[in-house]
C-alpha cells in the first residue's frame, strides 16, 4: 500500500510526502492509552495528536467520528483532555456525526479554527522577520521557482511559513 502511495504521489508532484507509520503513532500513544484495547482506533487518535504538536505538523487536529464510537467518543476524548493540558498549543476539535446541535458544532469549530489561524499567521510573520527579507524579496524569489504543486520541506507546521524558511535557505528551526 505505501509503495502504490508513494508511486502516485511522487507523480503528482509529492516526493516528499510520506504516509504516517501507524505504529510509531500507536508507541507514542501508549502511556496515555493502553494499544491493547480493544474496539476502535481511539489510542491512534491520541497518538496523532500527540505527534502533531511535538513535530509541528499542524496548527490543529479535528476528529470527525461517528455517534457512539465508544473508543473514540467516551474514551479518546476524556485522554485528549489531559493530552491539551500537557500540551497547550495543541487544538483539538471533537465532532461527532449525530446531526444535533449544527449550530454548536459549527460555533466550535469556527473557534478552533480561527485560533488555528492565528498561529499560523504569527508563525508565518515570524518565519519571515528571521530571514531578514521582506515579503516583496520573498514574493519575487517564489515567482521564479512556483510550481503548482509544490510542498516545501516540513520544518513548521504552516506551509507559508514553510515555503519563506525554504526560500530563505533555513532548514533547522528554533522555537
Known amino acids: 500500500m505505501r509503495a502504490i502511495f508513494g508511486v502516485y504521489a511522487h507523480a503528482i508532484g509529492l516526493a516528499g510526502y510520506h504516509l504516517p507509520d501507524m505504529d ?3 508507541t507514542i500513544s501508549h502511556q496515555y492509552y493502553d494499544n491493547h484495547l ?3 482506533e481511539g489510542h491512534m487518535e491520541v497518538g496523532k495528536l500527540i505527534q ?3 513535530h509541528r505538523k ?3 487536529v479535528i476528529s470527525i467520528k461517528p455517534f457512539g464510537c465508544m473508543p473514540s467518543s467516551g474514551v479518546s476524548d476524556g485522554v485528549q483532555s489531559l493530552i491539551t493540558a500537557r500540551y497547550p498549543e495543541a487544538i483539538f476539535a471533537a465532532i461527532e456525526t449525530t446531526g444535533d446541535g449544527e449550530v454548536n458544532v459549527q460555533s466550535r469549530i469556527q473557534m478552533d479554527l480561527f485560533k488555528a489561524r492565528k498561529r499560523a499567521e504569527a508563525e508565518f ?4 522577520s528571521r530571514t531578514g527579507l521582506t515579503v516583496a524579496a520573498l514574493e519575487s524569489k517564489l515567482r521564479r521557482k512556483a510550481r503548482a504543486l509544490h510542498h516545501p520541506p516540513h520544518i513548521v507546521a ?3 511559513a514553510n515555503q519563506v524558511l525554504e526560500l530563505a535557505g533555513i532548514v533547522e528551526w528554533t522555537a
Do not use: N, P
Request: proline share 0%; aromatic share 0%; charged share 10%.
Open 52 to 54: 502533531t504538536v511535538k
Open 125 to 128: 510573520h515570524s518565519a519571515v
Open 38 to 40: 480493544r474496539g476502535g
Open 58 to 60: 499542524a496548527h490543529m
Open 24 to 26: 510509531q503513532v500507536a
Open 158 to 160: 504552516g506551509t507559508a
